[in-house]
């Protein structure tokens, strides 16, 4: 059992545990209502004009929309917010995703979400949403604890940079110790191990796409 547990990738581990996570944002219904209140205030209408210039668009739908309470709206009523917006009920459609986290996400140093692998004595945050395309966090590794190929196995790129500590890398049969400030890229399907030789934590930069996620 303990083999097995050492030889799963941080990658599979991660992925397993925000496997429900994705697919929850994934099945989350396009915010149409708040594209259609900020559409409006862009093009400073009233709820009453829009109304007015849809043709059949009742008052108390576009409330009832803005507010939230019309989660699917018919085909119906997005034509008339459409023709009263001046624009395609495509447009409607793609500027509410352009809204979702997945495409624009305003963070702060405690990142999207964290992981926290006792066990490994390392840290997973990351600054981005859980897309597929992108990945961009910090690995906090534990004082004195090792990563080796086996926990960071990708076949993509990777970029690194030290923030905190200093990290001994060794890629290959190269060996290269980054000291805070100084940055690593090489790609993940080269054996590589990550050491933190130092009593404190060590934190990476690492930017990798698309994510592992």
Known sequence: MKSKKTTKSLYQILSTQVKSKIKQETRQQLDL???????RLQKQLSGAELC????????????????????NPSVKTLQ???????VTVATLFTAAETETDGNFFVGTQRGAFQMDFPSWGIKVISFTPLIKDFFCGKLIIGPKKKLTHTFL?????????????RVDITVEDKKQTLKEGENLFFNGVLKH????PLQRESVLLMITAPSFL
């Not at 008339?80 to 001046?86: K, V, Y």
């Not at 196995?153 to 500590?165: D, R, V, Y």
């Not at 191990?193 to 933190?196: A, P, R």
């Open 52 to 71: 007015r210039r849809a043709g059949d668009l009742d008052p108390k739908t576009l409330t009832a929309l803005e507010m939230g309470r019309i989660k």
């Open 193 to 196: 191990e990550f050491v933190n």
């Open 33 to 39: 209502c708040r594209t259609v209140r900020r559409l």
């Open 153 to 165: 196995a990708h076949s993509k790129p990777f970029f690194l940079s030290t923030l905190i500590g």
């Open 80 to 86: 008339s917010l459409a023709r009263g917006l001046g």
